[in-house]
């Protein structure tokens, strides 16, 4: 846990989502499979909160996103969400769109690494959501789709129009943001949308088995990697490799590039410490 608190404490309990933590990797479980796990403006604002807590725990190491049931995330919901929205005027409208994309950035600012595990339709606000998320493993019978322009809204949403075209390419995310077309979860992987798609009964093993796999790893090299990765998109070379250069500088005086030659030279695997 971090030693500089403000005086708020963790949140114990969310009220809007599933939530568990074991054995340093935290499970985020969309909880509303009766409308695919549609998002409300309540959850939009926990998962805000949640992942800008969950760096500063310090029992969390990796992050696992998923839905219950057919579905990942149907995006908002028409009725709780879309309905009021008509209601609202200007200023209103713009605290709420600037609420989701608050959630997205949390995700990306989170320097934790966070898995999407795509059950179902990932949709809408759901798919920005798989978007934000550094790895995203689809079972096969999973599919995305950037439904904005099919509600008269702009395909670029709460930062899809920044992160798609850094995934696929300009021209695949004009497609799939311009047109809003279902993307079957062998498409996402051919056109680099999807880190792997594994068999419906096999998503969750998968899951937890590249979670493990982060939470038991070099969690400090695995967070450093992610914040440069993303800030680095806008920065001109000269510019990445200075900062590179003494993000590496500062790592080789870590706990874990001593131990990894401590334990080259004595022929064990290291004991990471994240630190």
Known sequence: MTPFRASPPFTQEWQHFDFRID???????????EKLN?????????????FAELPLRGDVKAVVVTGQGRGFCSGGDVEEIIG????????????????????????RDCPLPVIAAVNGIAAG???????ASDFRLLARSASFAFLFTRVGLSGADMGAAYLLPRIVGLGRATELLTLGDKVSAERALAIGLATDVVEDDELTDRAETLAR??????????????TLISRELDMDLASAIELEASTQALLML???H?????????????AWEGH
Not at 93 to 102: A, P, V, W
């Open 38 to 50: 549609p998002l409300t403006f309540e959850s939009y604002a926990d998962l805000r909160d949640l």
């Open 254 to 256: 870590t706990h874990d």
């Open 258 to 270: 001593r131990e990894f030659y401590r334990a080259w030279t004595e022929k064990r695997p290291p």
């Open 125 to 131: 606000a759901g798919s920005v959501l798989a978007l």
């Open 23 to 33: 054995d340093g990797v935290a499970y985020v479980t969309l909880n509303r499979p």
């Open 213 to 226: 796999r982060l939470a038991t790893g070099p969690a400090l090299a695995f967070a450093t990697t992610k």
């Open 84 to 107: 009021a929205l008509q209601r609202m005027e200007a200023a209103e409208l713009l605290e709420f769109t600037r609420m989701t994309g608050q959630m997205i950035k949390a995700v």
